[in-house]
Structure formats: structure tokens, C-alpha cells
T-cell receptor, first 116, second 113 residues
Framework: NAGVMQNPRHLVRRRGQEARLRCSPMKGHSHVYWYRQLPEEGLKFMVYLQKENIIDESGMPKERFSAEFPKEGPSILRIQQVVRGDSAAYFC??????????????FGQGTRLTVV | AQTVTQSQPEMSVQEAETVTLSCTYDTSESDYYLFWYKQPPSRQMILVIRQEAYKQQNATENRFSVNFQKAAKSFSLKISDSQLGDAAMYFCAYRSRGNKLVFGAGTILRVKS
């Protein structure tokens, strides 16, 4: 059973371009979470999705950021018109449908976005 | 809002010795879980140990144990017989209804040989 797969591992974008980060959850997992880690900081929650639904987007910036988790295919975190401050590591985590408070969320290895 | 505070940006320990990493949190909820994650240089987040808030018994996983003080909202991690492979960033995290994890800022652990 493959773990959470994120791609690309590294992404370089020029200011103003779009960044698309992909996350394939573990097999059988229907809950996906996105977190952002700025240098020397902890992970900050961005968004929580279930298949075709956004459950909690309280950590998403109001503009330029969007996320989806379609019925088929990976979850996508999309950043439009990137700025230098978007440079960070973006982590995806997934958990199974029977998610309780004690359910382990499995993390991918992250995508490091660098905006130049 | 829930917050998690790790007051030690960096800690060092001699190989084979014991080290304790501190974590405090703030919440008004009664039902929640606490976690410690390890992040080595590879950036992979690895679950080290978890604690249920309604359980008084402290969780233990091999060389890792916690000291959970619910009234004080404190959740420290003790690593016994430290090994070089324990060197990493350690994050304390909180989870309640809503399922999202709230992380502290992390503690870098250095292990000296």
C-alpha cells in the first residue's frame, strides 16, 4: 500500500505564474488535509477536504489559493499569481473514512515551492 | 482557538541519555488527542506517539513516553537512551472535533555522539 504521494517534490515558479500541487492519498483514504510550512516554522493548517467537498477552509488565504478533491484523481492545491511569500513546503495528509480523533493522518513528503 | 506552544526552539542530548521536550496547549474542549511528530531532514512527518485526553495513563512507545498533565495543559515528550537517528525536528500537535491538526512551532533535537 503506497503512502501519500505528492508531486512534484520541488517546484520553481516565477512571480505571477500558477502553481499546481498534487496529492494522491493512501488507498482507501477519503479525507485529505493540506498544510503549509514556512522556513523555521511549524505546519499551518490550510484546508480539509473529502471527496468532492470542502469541509474546512479556514486556513486558506482568501485570494489566489484554491483546493479540490475530485471524485476521481488526486487532490489539487492551486496557487494563482504566486508571490515570493508563497515559497514554502506544502504538505498533504490523508486519513480513512472512519476518521476519529485518534485516527492517524499519514503525511506525504511535501512539495517545496520556490518563487523566484 | 486552540494553540500549541513549544517553548524550546532547540535542544541537545548526549547519545544514550534522556531528553524531555516541552509542549503546552490551550483549549476549552474536553475531548481531544495530542500527538508528537518527528520530522527528519527528509521532511517526512512521522508519528511518534499519541495521547487520548480522557486517559490518565501516559502513553509509551518503546523509548518514547509522554508526561500528560491535563489540568496544566502540558504534554511533554521524553526520549530515553537517545540515538543518533533521533535527531530531527519534533512537533507537538493537537486534534479535536473538526479533525485538523494544530501544530506547535517545533523543537530541533540534536544528538551528540
Amino acid at each position: 500500500n503506497a503512502g501519500v504521494m505528492q508531486n512534484p517534490r520541488h517546484l520553481v515558479r516565477r512571480r505571477g505564474q500558477e502553481a499546481r500541487l498534487r496529492c494522491s492519498p493512501m488507498k482507501g483514504h477519503s479525507h485529505v488535509y493540506w498544510y503549509r510550512q514556512l522556513p523555521e516554522e511549524g505546519l499551518k493548517f490550510m484546508v480539509y477536504l473529502q471527496k468532492e467537498n470542502i469541509i474546512d477552509e479556514s486556513g486558506m488565504p482568501k485570494e489566489r489559493f484554491s483546493a479540490e478533491f475530485p471524485k476521481e484523481g488526486p487532490s489539487i492545491l492551486r496557487i494563482q499569481q504566486v508571490v515570493r511569500g508563497d515559497s514554502a513546503a506544502y504538505f498533504c495528509a490523508s486519513s480513512p473514512p472512519s476518521t476519529g480523533l485518534n485516527t492517524e493522518a499519514f503525511f506525504g513528503q511535501g512539495t517545496r515551492l520556490t518563487v523566484v | 482557538a486552540q494553540t500549541v506552544t513549544q517553548s524550546q526552539p532547540e535542544m541537545s542530548v548526549q547519545e544514550a541519555e534522556t531528553v524531555t521536550l516541552s509542549c503546552t496547549y490551550d483549549t476549552s474542549e474536553s475531548d481531544y488527542y495530542l500527538f508528537w511528530y518527528k520530522q527528519p531532514p527528509s521532511r517526512q512527518m512521522i508519528l511518534v506517539i499519541r495521547q487520548e485526553a480522557y486517559k490518565q495513563q501516559n502513553a509509551t512507545e518503546n523509548r518514547f513516553s509522554v508526561n500528560f498533565q491535563k489540568a496544566a495543559k502540558s504534554f511533554s515528550l521524553k526520549i530515553s537512551d537517545s540515538q543518533l537517528g533521533d535527531a530531527a525536528m519534533y512537533f507537538c500537535a493537537y486534534r479535536s472535533r473538526g479533525n485538523k491538526l494544530v501544530f506547535g512551532a517545533g523543537t530541533i533535537l540534536r544528538v551528540k555522539s
